[in-house]
């Protein structure tokens, strides 16, 4: 993705490309809504809500260079994107409501939820409630004053495809889901029935299609311990099985999709390190600097270095709007690929052992995921540079030839050190204090992983630290859960760098040289 925040940037842009679906004509105008009581009303263009949308609804791939400039872009293409913050009902800090008029006046009203990392649920469309999440193709038919045509649908509908109805008023909604794509037989035959007024076919948005998994021989973190004993598995194999099962998907096309990743984390790191440049941003580039003093004597060389240099590295990409990869956000982008970079040449690993290294990395952040997941806005920076360290200090391990267990335990010690972490981002930027609770997050993960391997006790196993998270959260007040409200972002000196900055969305950033820091 590019942009500043995967909650704000990534899950945004999924969420318009799903409505732009929905709407299913040429888009001429769209308004979008924030909640004044939620989390994105302070924030949306400064943490790259509106790129997002605005990308998505242009039709934009996330990875396209126009998206460093949408605004430009939907002028050139005749298209008016309005933002506005009203009042609506919510039940999740990160929701907007969107409301798209195409060419041909057609309207379709969606309102989604961010849920971090990316992730995110549709949970409306023109007032019908829905379940979509972007991992499932979906036909979503309305029709109105209009005979019920169900059962003569349900005859047409392959068995395996989930097939729902609901009707309000004189409106009734048809919705098929599948994780198998629809024939144009099928489309053709819905298109062309009397009883039906609007098509709209959505295509998966996510990496991996849903519905697709098989049985998973571990399902809790000691289920897993128990397996990892009895096969005498490192948690990078793990890691794979778990995919495996999850996605349907053989192992070698996860292998070759786990590298492709790895290259394009390679990729942003080299483009921080050859220097990076965007006008509104708080940090200049520094991730030189640490060379820079190992060359002039200031400092020794030394692993924690390259960790700092890689962080900083991927941090600086991320804030320059190239590409990177939200592992598990945007904001804590740097803390996976920038130790294990680091650890890997240090150990001179093959690419082979690093792709397991992610492997093993990934299957901490999946049952993160089933745990608070990666939304800031639920519970502060614990979810972000919190689970970033877990997932790094269990692919150490795994770089360093540890066993499944020990890389647990790593993980459960680096998320224990970072539990309570609040999110405070400066001016509404996702760079100070984010790039040094990137560092920390990185270089705990490495202390975490060489005290495990050497026998330290993490006394309080990984899925009880998990729970932890989400309970402590429940006591951590909004306004230190990336609102912009508390913390750092409140201090004379945010305030004054936010107010230098007024005036610039990051959209804005790139097209001016005047403003000074
Ligand atoms: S403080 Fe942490 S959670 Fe908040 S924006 Fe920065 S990296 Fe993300």
Partial sequence: MRGPSSSHTAASWRIARIALELLNHPLEKALIEFDRDGAWAPNYREQGTTMGINGGLLGLEITDERMKDTEHYARQQGITIEYQVSSFPT??????????WGKSKKRVQVIAVSVGGGSFEITSVN????????????????????????????SI????????TEQKENIIKYELKSSNPFSTDLITRLKTNPAIDEISVIKPIMPITAGKQTKMPFTSIQSLLDYAEKEESDLGNLG??????????????????????????HNSLDTGLN????????????SHLIGQAEEEGKIVHSVINRIIENVSALMESKSAMEVVVALPTAGSCGTVGGSLRAISENLSSSREELNKAYFAAGIVGAYFA??????????????????????AAAGIVQLMGGTAKQALDAASMAIQNMIGLVCDPVADRVEVPCLGKNISAAVNAYSSAIMSIAGFDAVIPLDQVIQTVSSVSKTMPACVKCTGKGGLAITETALNIKNKLKGYSIQKGLKTNKRTK
Avoid: W
Avoid at 137 to 146: D, H, P, T
Avoid at 147 to 153: F, G, I, Q, Y
């Fill in 127 to 154: 007032g019908f409630p829905v379940q979509l999440h972007g991992d499932l193709y979906g036909i979503i038919l309305f029709a109105q004053n209009k005979p019920d045509v169900r059962e003569e649908l349900k």
């Fill in 91 to 100: 039940n999740h800090a990160n929701t907007a409501r969107l409301t798209l």
């Fill in 370 to 391: 089933q745990g608070p997941g990666f939304s800031a806005e639920e519970h502060g920076c614990q979810v972000e540079c919190g689970a970033a360290s877990g997932m």
């Fill in 275 to 286: 220097g990076t440049h965007y006008t509104d941003r708080i940090l200049p580039q520094q």
């Fill in 157 to 164: 509908i392959p068995s395996e495809v989930k097939f729902t």
């Fill in 240 to 265: 794979l099985v778990y995919e495996r099962c999850m996605s349907g998907i053989g192992v070698q096309e996860l292998k070759d999709k786990m590298n492709e990743v790895i290259d394009i984390i």
